[in-house]
């Protein structure tokens, strides 16, 4: 009995994972579980009952009054309006004229939207199953490889999660307790970096497999200059220009990303507006995405905010430490290797939203307390550079067959004559860059942690 209550939290932590996998709301779990394991600690005298109280109060001022979380519903919005009013399918057809000349072009297209995009959507369903529905099927039809228009496709779409103002970085900022411009600012080279190493690999295959990549008819689009023009205005200056204005108002300190976030909002109005698509159809259709999509990451909210108060208040920190030191687990780095192979596995059955919450409160306060000053520079530093891991980590996670999430939204929207087995194959020279990407920011810690510095955001 003694060993029981001594494990209490541990017992907690694995009845969680399991009652996830019966198929149970996650957010539901994560609550339930706090509550019924808060029951049982105060009737063995290891909880005080008083302590319930404290979740509520937390709850209230972590979640409900938090003001950086304010920015989540406004950025989801903004990703709704733009989506539904068509500006994506504008960006393809621009950028692909404007990179008609180069080898695979169309493929280097869809990754260059990819990355514009990914800063005004932040939802990786939402931006996979857009890219997949537009630019899947006009990739094939242009004679490219299968695996490789798949391949780019779902690279593309998962840049949504790691390059600002994404919402898991908004997310992961207040699990970490860390500024979110500081987070933005951290990720945002390694998801460009991410993003540039795609761009070698296709026009590499390109260039070496030119009949896996056609190029672009020269016929194709607009053939004088003044149209030219008009195209590249319509389709690529407003995305641009909300891209910049989001995360320009951010790392230049005039808005906070809150803020930017109505600024995004306001944006995306006025470009469905000077597009003519601004109906009430389309904002209604807008407004229900976003509010779906705010009440499942609210709830998983309130639930994972009480798992991890009765979580810590059982001990769960020492706890976990001396578990990983009882399988050999014990020096900052081997604890580090852990939690990135724990959250690359969890990559494939929980979505990104559900480890952030249930990993990073248990396992952040654990690597605080370890010192990675001499590798990072400042000791300050390692929330930034933890989360940016995370993330890079978590997109892997997204593509890896064969249960990446990424994989199930291509399979719903995959054209026919695409099978799974393509779906697969696509996805393995992708992930092999991704992990590239996780090394070279693990090795070198600057990629992560310049940008911020030089933008005043880490002290």
Known sequence: MDWFIDNLALIMFIMMFIVIFTGYPVAFVLGGTALIFAVIAWAFDAFNWIGLSNILLRMWGGVAADPVLVSIPMFIFMGSILERSGSAKDMLGAT???LRRVPGGLAVAVMVMGTILAAPIGVVGAAVVLLSIIALPQMLNAGYNKQLAIGTVASAGTLGILIPPAIMLVVMAEMLATSAGALFAAATIPGLMLSGLYLVYILVVAMVRPDWAPKIPKEYGPQTREEFWKEMWHGLAPMTFLMVIVLGSIFAGWATATESAGVGVLGSLVIAWLNKRMTVAMIKEAIRDACRANGMVFMLFLGATGFSYVFRALGGDDLMISTLAKFGIDTKWEILGFVMVLIFLLGFPFEWIEICLIVLPVFAPILAKLDFSEHIGNASFFMAWFGTLVAVNLQTSFMTPPFGATLFYLRGT????????????????????????????????????WLPRVAGLLE
């Open 96 to 98: 692909a004229i404007l």
């Open 414 to 449: 995959v054209p026919p004559g695409v099978t799974m087995q393509d779906v697969y194959r696509g996805m393995y020279p992708f992930v092999a860059i991704q992990i590239l990407a996780l090394i070279l920011c693990v090795a070198f810690p600057g990629i992560v942690l």
